[in-house]
């Protein structure tokens, strides 16, 4: 399931180059995974592809997006909108894979009745309001971390049943309820990680092994 969105990402690029056909291989080096585990992860939605050929990439498309349940719109309930809400809330990326943001509420007054990439803030007293009146079944925390669990439970209350956590804390929340987790500063101490590694190894001298004859043959 992890890949599914990936393969999907790529398919769709390649549509728009007007690309109508693909490989097990060429999807995989455009994926970074290996052309088996493609064709295995593929071969459970019933697609085998055309030997030879490859696969069609619009079928391919519409059968992911199927599995995924992308085959109608998931509007999404943001709740904060500060910095970071209002920056997902202004990314048209998300409505257009089908994630159009039906809500966004705050406990800010400065900030509530203001329009935010086209959807006017509201208190998060009405959050069931907005969850009912669009269908939404997934909320979006964008919130500061003291604030998250608050908006977990408001969310819950309200009949949302997957979280999407961009805070930075642990929420906790009923048996049932399916939250994912962003965490870009982790990200970032991860990747920091690497590079410390990568810097530590490029500044220690390597070390060349002397020939034990040689040493030998020196010293007689």
């Given at each position: 399931?992890?890949r ?5 990402r ?13 490989s ?9 995974v290996?052309a088996a585990?493609?064709r ?15 696969y ?13 349940g992308?085959?109608h ?5 943001i709740v904060?909108?500060?910095?970071l809400?209002?920056?997902l809330?202004?990314?048209?990326g ?5 994630f159009?943001?039906g ?14 990439g086209?959807?006017r ?13 669009r269908?939404?079944s ?12 608050e908006?977990a439970e ?7 049943t997957?979280?999407?956590n ?18 870009l500063?982790?990200?970032l101490q991860i ?7 990568r ?22």
């Amino acid at each position: 399931m992890a890949r599914l969105p990936v393969y999907l990402r790529i398919l769709s690029d390649q549509l728009e180059q007007g690309v109508t056909t693909i490989s097990s291989e060429e999807l995989a080096e455009l994926g970074g995974v290996n052309a088996a585990k493609v064709r295995k992860d593929l071969s459970y939605l019933g697609s085998y592809g055309t030997r030879g050929v490859g696969y069609d990439v619009d079928f391919l498309v519409y059968q992911i997006r199927r599995e995924l349940g992308l085959t109608h719109d998931w509007p999404v309930v943001i709740v904060g909108a500060g910095n970071l809400g209002q920056a997902l809330a202004g990314y048209n990326g998300f409505g257009d894979r089908g994630f159009p943001v039906g809500g966004i509420v705050d406990i800010d007054t400065a900030k509530i009745g203001s329009v935010i990439g086209g959807v006017r803030v509201r208190h998060l007293d009405e959050v069931a309001q907005v969850v009912q009146q669009r269908n939404i079944s997934i909320g979006v925390i964008a919130t500061p971390g003291h604030a998250a669990q608050e908006a977990a439970e408001a969310l819950v209350a309200a009949g949302v049943t997957s979280i999407l956590n961009f805070a930075p804390s642990v929420i906790s929340v009923p048996h049932g309820i399916h939250v994912g987790k962003v965490d870009l500063a982790v990200e970032l101490q991860i990747l920091a990680y690497h590079e410390q590694r990568r810097a530590a190894t490029a500044s220690t001298p390597s070390l060349r092994a002397v020939p034990g004859d040689r040493r030998r043959g020196a010293s007689a």
